[in-house]
């Protein structure tokens, strides 16, 4: 059994190794305050490529990403994110959003290349067949419980490559879609601060397995 933690006083504990997903899941923590240290391009695109690795229904992984740096633009963001302090802080923000209708358009690269191209003619059909019958906003939503997924794996990675994060829905989805260009139909999942915490977050508070599991 893992201790909880009853400090919120900063001690950096992580070392250069990865951590196992056992220790980054027990160890996150919504961090909202960061080190003034850069987190390189690199270790984003490595960020990216794990999160991306999430399954999703099809394997349709219809979630996208802006990475935002610049000092001006994550102040605008803050700004659409009700002033939350660890958008402007953070070195780095992802805007991270299910775009289906970009999806749709582009099953040719979507689908399976080891398909044979019959059955990958099929299936592209099938899915436009599936996906034409749902309204805009219910293939939105569909969508973005995909990105979801690919969400959870983003925190969980980037504690895991000892980075923390700050996932959130505060914001004014329209505000930072216009700032940020994405498409009006597109659903933003969540806006996450990426970089290396100067605190360690919230004592963490989670259900016992018997209050959210029967076993049968
Ligand atoms: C989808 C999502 C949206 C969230 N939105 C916000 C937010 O806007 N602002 C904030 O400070 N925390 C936000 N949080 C963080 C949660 O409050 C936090 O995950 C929860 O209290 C559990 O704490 P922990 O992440 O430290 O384990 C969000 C978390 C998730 C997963």
Do not use: C
């Not at 969980?156 to 829905?169: F, H, K, W, Y």
Request: charged content about 20%; proline content about 5%; glycine content about 6%.
């Amino acid at each position: 059994m893992i201790a909880a933690d009853l400090t919120t006083t900063f001690v950096d504990t992580r070392t250069p190794a990865a951590l196992s997903a056992a220790e980054a899941a027990v160890s996150r923590r919504s961090v909202r305050a960061y080190r003034d240290v850069p987190v390189t391009d690199d270790e984003v695109r490595r960020l990216l490529e794990l999160t991306g690795r999430a399954p999703s229904a099809h394997n349709l992984q219809p979630w996208r990403f802006v990475v935002v740096r610049e000092q001006q633009q994550k102040n605008q963001l803050s700004a659409a994110a009700f002033n939350q302090k660890q958008v402007a802080s953070a070195p780095v923000v992802i805007a991270m959003y299910a775009d289906m209708e970009d999806t749709l358009a582009s099953l040719h690269e979507v689908v399976h290349p080891g398909l044979p191209p019959e059955k990958r003619d099929a299936t592209i059909e099938g899915l436009r067949t599936r996906f034409g019958r749902m309204t805009l906003e219910a293939r939105g939503q569909w969508a973005n419980a995909q990105a979801n997924i690919a969400l959870g794996y983003l925190l969980l990675i980037a504690r895991s490559e000892g980075l923390d994060t700050s996932p959130m829905l505060g914001f004014d989805p329209e505000a930072v879609k216009a700032q940020l260009g994405v498409p009006a139909h597109a659903t933003i999942t969540a806006l996450i601060a990426l970089g290396r915490g100067a605190e360690d977050g919230f004592v963490s508070h989670r259900h016992t397995v018997d209050r959210v599991a029967s076993f049968r």
